[in-house]
């Protein structure tokens, strides 16, 4: 490829509204434009990129016996019925009518085109295991779009879906998919991802795992043990609080506290801290059931483990509705709905001497202590995990950080199978809804993780795997007809040697074209110039270590493929 | 791929509602399934051959400097409005509001996106020609899917857009073009195809070609010289009208005709033939005004021509609403509102002692002469072509026949560039639109095509460039040890030696096996047996010929690579 003829153009500048790495040096390297919010064209170079990542992807679904099929965009609202994810998903999922007035959709993902797949065709239980898969673009309605081509509202995304006769065989097959997910990510050059136990959300089902992109700018916390390997998303996280010094109990004591109502308020009004308080944090149902949950001062509520609770979606709700005092809500006397639902966190289990709201304006009571004057109560898990707290497995201090979602595995269990009714004959002669497992990779998410990870403040640097050239070759003073001969022979004797070259052929200035090289990230850099010629050479430069070395043109096709062959390898390796 | 592990099942029956050799063989032979009216998802069969088609496509497309891209399914109304076609085009485009209440849509064909992706990127003359094109899912509003494949909602297509800065290269690029869709339909297997000047529709532009399969099942008509090689498709088409002989011109009489109507009653009760009529079809524009188009009783009226020459969408009139005589409106002393539009046939020039209404109720005017009656008339070229015509080109009588479009090629001038605002700079410091021309394939309709020109009675027959699989391993008495063994060997032997195999592991009758195998298509079936193995042999038969031929199982492998090379080379011969 001439790159006088490459459609993009690159920038300087840093775009406006960009911040994430990945977001700023795809736009400014010429590999994506953004045509609507959250909604990008891919340029030459990015969908050579996309290509590469696509055949991994395939390569390790097949290998695992996946069957590539292809379902609609476009589905009917039937279908959706019949899971229920037509009425449970909310405004996420984009609805329409089309020109005869029924009602159609966007699919986010394709549970129930899978299902409808193998229903009726898959028969016996000798049939299963099977998997089918496909690779194709999703629309999600997605409210706040951000950071380029990580969330996006349109996407490329590979999602498998397999089918088990028991639940021990499709833990042998998850256990195969995590596998070929961690050989994809180490396929396309990733080396700082790790894997969590995850909420399996809007899917349904119970085990799930996310593949991480470790990083600062990732959007999902991450909780992890260094010593023992425990990780988990913080949605799904438990950490052991640590405990409270223990103290000898003191009596009950009403305290006017006036308009301290917040935890800081209260806490610099009585000079305490806040882990010597307990709050309360209201919430209301789908079908409007208050729910009050206490946790320590200093912990925050976990919404999504607070929700399973409930059983429900939940939503802040206005204290005044349930006749609660709002900034005075306490354990002790609590007077609520027949209906409303109370939790308490395990924060809260064994505190002594502690201040929580006395239910009435104005008025706190201190000395609570949970083992004297808690009865009869059940603690549960509803905190968010925080710096200090222990791993839940061996007890040594756990870490926070923050990661990408660069894939996601879920057993789904028989939620599509039974609700849309498909069966498969046992050997007992009986009949059985196969168990299910499903498995998502974004196509994008996965290209700009990968600069996430190794872009640095020259530009892009793709690991040799996916890159979208392998050499990009830069001769410099293309006016003078020496090396101007002598590029045109190189680029086709690299062609003809089946290297994948992007040739920038333009009479520019060095800086220029290798400013643009190292914004590009070809992981070859070839460079010939009267200089260079005179010597018989060319200077090739690795993009991502610098490395420099002087090769006699003679020898550079050779050595070019063995670079090329070395990296692959190097990369492969631990595979 | 073992059969007994494949998604998809083979049915013996025509499935209700098709009619199509493609639709009904593609359902019988497990390849697709329908999801909603005109929205299939695709097995593995149908997606590896999917796949085949789009190499060949990307390979040639490659081969003429396009550049893969891949533009947006869901567009935003703004950039649909620059254009003008959000406003222009009707139901056929799918529109939705966003959750945040913007207007967006899903892409019918991606010139504005092309146009967008190069504006602002491709700044100068220098950097034209260039060619993007995408593989991508694409959805129309069909207001009839029907036929399978063929006329879908939804469905993949290759889509290309090339700009130029002047007339002349755009012409010899189009034609690069052309030849590579002549190449595309000869490597995937096609012989019986044609390409014919067409209508270029909503995208605007003067010159379009269509390739067309030429079939009966088509829904496309096509006017063909066997002569001098005038294609067209019928709703561009021109015919010679075969003119009437020539008579001696009579007095214009007024005849009460009663109750007819229709040209048919009005033959009958005047005891004339339709050739000696003149009727008129009445329609109405965007606008409201009343269009009249008087033209000879045996000719149709060609409705594309008629708004063409109205430079409005039409739609059939009631004829009422504009206070003219249904059954009787004539040439002669037609009282029109001053807006209407009167168009006269080519088919009425010359024509003499015809018969055309009165208009007035009841009554006919027999006798009228062209020459003599009508002054001051234009005549247009509005009717549609029909048997017996001339060629316009060298005279000779038109053939009419049927084809299925295939793929199509647009010249469209500036519309987009202009309309968008996009320039290039010239040498000679101005700046211009640049001219576009856009190509493109349905990779379904492709698939569905090889089938309608292949297929036979009993089953698909696949090219071997596009095969889902080269062979077709079909071992009988799999219950024989020996058989088993052997056939476990070979299978694996042909994976090895890179033979694309499917294997029909069952332990079936040899009647569902080979009926199977037939009706899949695959290219070479080998049969192995008790007895073939008793005489250490295969049996090969081909699917398209039904030739067989037992080989030496030590020969069979390499026997099984030539036959695959020899038929691929056959196909591509002529490219």
Same sequence: chains 1, 2.
């Avoid at 946790?295 to 429900?312: M, P, Q, T, V």
């Avoid at 709905?337 to 009435?360: C, H, M, P, R, W």
């Avoid at 660069?406 to 009714?421: C, S, V």
């Amino acid at each position: 490829m001439k790159i006088s003829k490459l459609v993009g153009e690159r920038y300087k500048e840093t775009p406006n509204g960009a911040q994430l790495k990945s977001h700023i040096l795809l736009l400014r390297a010429g590999y994506i434009k953004q045509v609507s919010t959250g909604i990008f064209s891919m340029l030459p170079p990015a969908q050579r990129v996309s290509q590469k990542i696509q055949s991994i992807i395939r390569d390790e679904m097949n290998k695992i016996g996946g069957q590539e099929v292809l379902f609609p965009v476009v589905m009917p609202r039937e279908l959706w019925e019949m899971s229920g994810r037509y009425q449970s998903i909310q405004d996420e999922l984009l609805r329409f009518k089309d020109r005869n007035g029924h009602d159609m959709l966007l699919g986010m993902t394709h549970e129930e085109a899978a299902v409808h797949m193998v229903m009726n065709t898959v028969k016996s239980h000798d049939e299963l295991p099977c998997m089918i898969y496909q690779i194709q673009t999703k629309y999600r309605d997605e409210a706040r779009p951000r950071g380029g081509l990580i969330r996006v509202r349109e996407f490329l995304m590979k999602d498998a879906y397999s089918f088990h006769t028991s639940q021990e065989d499709l833990d042998a097959y998850y256990k195969k998919v995590y596998d070929a997910y961690v050989r994809i990510y180490r396929r396309i050059g990733l080396k700082n991802f790790i894997s969590v136990k995850s909420d399996s959300g809007i899917m349904g089902g119970k085990v799930a795992d996310e593949f991480m992109l470790v990083t600062d700018s990732g959007e999902d916390r991450l909780v992890l043990c260094d010593k023992c390997g425990y990780k988990a998303n913080m949605e799904v996280a438990s950490g052991r609080k640590s405990p409270n010094e223990k103290e000898e109990e003191k009596p009950l004591e009403e305290v006017f506290t006036g308009n301290a109502k917040t935890i800081d308020e209260l806490c610099h009004y009585l000079h305490i801290t806040p882990d010597k308080t307990v709050k309360a944090v209201c919430y209301e149902t789908e079908d409007a059931r208050p729910v009050i949950a206490f946790l320590r001062g200093d912990y925050e509520i976990n919404e999504k483990k607070l929700a399973k609770l409930c059983k429900s979606e939940i939503k802040v709700a206005d204290t005044d509705k349930f006749d609660l005092v709002a900034g005075n809500i306490g354990l002790l006397n609590l007077t609520v709905q027949e209906d409303a639902l109370v939790f308490y966190d395990t924060s809260i289990k064994g505190l002594e001497n502690f201040v929580t709201g006395a239910n009435k304006a104005d008025f706190h009571v201190k000395n609570v202590c949970a083992d004297r004057d808690l009865e009869e109560v059940t603690f549960d898990d509803i905190a968010l995990v925080k710096e200090g707290d222990c791993c839940p497995v061996c007890g040594e201090k756990l870490t926070l950080t923050r990661g990408i979602e660069i894939g996601n595995i879920f057993q789904l269990g028989t939620k599509y199978t039974k609700t849309m009714g498909m069966k498969v004959s046992m050997p007992d002669g009986g009949a059985m809804e196969p168990i299910m497992g499903c498995y998502g990779i974004g196509i994008g998410r996965a290209l700009a993780s990968i600069i996430e990870e190794k872009g640095d403040s020259k530009g892009i640097v793709w690991p040799m795997t996916v890159a979208p050239w392998q050499v990009h070759f830069c001769p410099l003073r293309l006016d003078d007809e020496n090396v101007s001969a002598v590029a045109d022979e190189l680029y086709r004797k690299m062609q003809e040697a089946g290297i994948e070259v992007l040739f920038d052929d333009r009479v520019v200035s060095a800086g220029v074209k290798l400013t643009d090289s190292e914004l590009m990230g070809v992981p070859i850099r070839v460079v010939i110039s009267p200089k260079t010629m005179a010597n018989g050479t060319a200077e090739v430069t690795m993009r991502e270590t610098g490395e420099t070395n002087f090769i006699p043109l003679q020898n550079l096709l050779s050595e070019l493929k063995a670079i090329i062959e070395d990296e692959i390898e190097e990369i492969n390796k631990n595979i």
